[in-house]
Nanobody
Framework: QVELVESGGGLVQAGGSLRLSCAAS????????MGWYRQAPGKQRELVAA???????NYVHSVKGRFTISRDNAKNTVYLQMNSLKPEDTAVYFC???????????????WGQGTQVTVSS
């Protein structure tokens, strides 16, 4: 069984910073792309940032220059450093990873349970 566990959310004032972490554990052979999504109340879940197995990154326009996604393959962990936070960044943040349990096995998308980020004005 594979699990993604997020940490690092919380309440911060506008202009502040938070660092989210997401660790994958369980029966993992390989991890491909990893990413962070967010969902604000009444809105659809959106992709915030993604990182490939080769560490290529992409970001939604609204966070470019403020957020940085990175990964530590030895720890099966993906991070999201969030700086210059704005009230509109308030949402539940979910991590996502494409993983396979065996060589040549099926790739599946896994989700974390979500962590709340609240930015006060």
């Amino acid at each position: 069984q594979v699990e993604l566990v997020e940490s690092g959310g919380g309440l911060v004032q506008a202009g502040g910073s938070l660092r989210l972490s997401c660790a994958a554990s369980g029966s993992i052979f390989s991890i491909n792309a990893m990413g962070w999504y967010r969902q604000a109340p009444g809105k659809q879940r959106e992709l915030v940032a993604a990182i490939s197995s080769g560490s290529s990154t992409n970001y939604v326009h609204s966070v470019k220059g403020r957020f940085t996604i990175s990964r530590d393959n030895a720890k099966n962990t993906v991070y999201l450093q969030m700086n210059s936070l704005k009230p509109e960044d308030t949402a539940v943040y979910f991590c996502n990873a494409y993983m396979t349990a065996t060589a040549g096995g099926r790739w599946n998308a896994y989700w974390g349970q979500g962590t709340q980020v609240t930015v006060s004005s």
